[in-house]
């Protein structure tokens, strides 16, 4: 069975320092991964997306890069954190079946 | 992105009915969604529909989707404390992408 990974669980930053969140996911190959950030406990916002190894789409402009060295691992980064980076994220990934399964998340606070 | 809406918050009595609404804009969507989030966890996938259905039941959840209207609705039946948490719609838009709503929190009252 696939399962995915994020770590850390929980993650506290000073402003201006590097981020960097990992992702992996198992039991499946050429999966279509994705990160989101949730701010607030609330709405789902898409910011990165990658079909295949190298292979990166961003929604939208910020602060953040991600990277997918390897098929099945993705990673989220900042050279220099901000307050608003403060949130939840959610890397998730996706094949075949259309369904979308989700990672436990990493909360990040940037103080 | 598509814009995807649901109303911020619900609340109902232990063992009445649910409904949580979402509205959507991407006619050419192929399937829709709806996920649970408790808190501080991740989103747990609980149904999917394919557009070309009206309906899909699954245990205690209805599902409804009027595609003229672009309007998709869960019905949680005999709802439970334990069904108390943040439901999202989603659609899956072209190039694998998915949007989602922002989230509706559900409080069932014992």
């Known amino acids: 069975s696939q399962t995915i990974h994020q770590w850390p669980a929980t993650l506290v930053q000073p402003v201006g320092s590097p981020l960097s969140l990992e992702c992996t996911v198992e039991?499946?190959?050429?999966?279509?991964l994705y990160w989101y950030r949730q701010a607030a406990g609330r709405g789902l916002q898409l910011l990165f997306y990658?079909?295949?190894?190298?292979?990166i789409s961003s929604e939208v402009p910020q602060n953040l890069s991600a990277s997918r060295p390897q098929d099945r691992q993705f990673i989220l980064s900042s050279k220099k954190l901000l307050l608003s980076d403060s949130g939840f994220y959610l890397c998730a990934w996706s094949y075949g079946t259309y369904e979308q399964y989700f990672g436990p998340g990493t909360r990040l606070t940037v103080t | 992105g598509e814009d995807v809406e649901q109303s911020l918050f619900l609340s109902v009595r232990e063992g009445d009915s649910s409904v949580i609404n979402c509205t959507y804009t991407?006619?050419?969507?192929?399937?829709l969604y709806w996920y649970k989030q408790e808190p501080g966890a991740g989103l747990q996938l609980l149904t999917y529909?394919?557009?070309?259905?009206d309906m899909k039941q699954d245990q205690r959840l209805t599902v409804l989707l009027n595609k003229k209207d672009k309007h998709l609705s869960l019905r949680i039946a005999d709802t439970q404390t334990g069904d108390s948490a943040i439901y999202f719609c989603?659609?899956?838009?072209?190039?694998?992408?998915?949007?989602f709503g922002t989230g509706t929190s559900l409080t069932v009252i014992p």
């Open positions: 990658s079909v295949g190894i190298g292979q």
């Open positions: 991407d006619s050419s969507s192929t399937y």
């Open positions: 039991g499946t190959s050429n999966p279509n």
């Open positions: 989603a659609e899956m838009g072209t190039g694998n992408q998915f949007y």
């Open positions: 529909i394919f557009s070309n259905m």
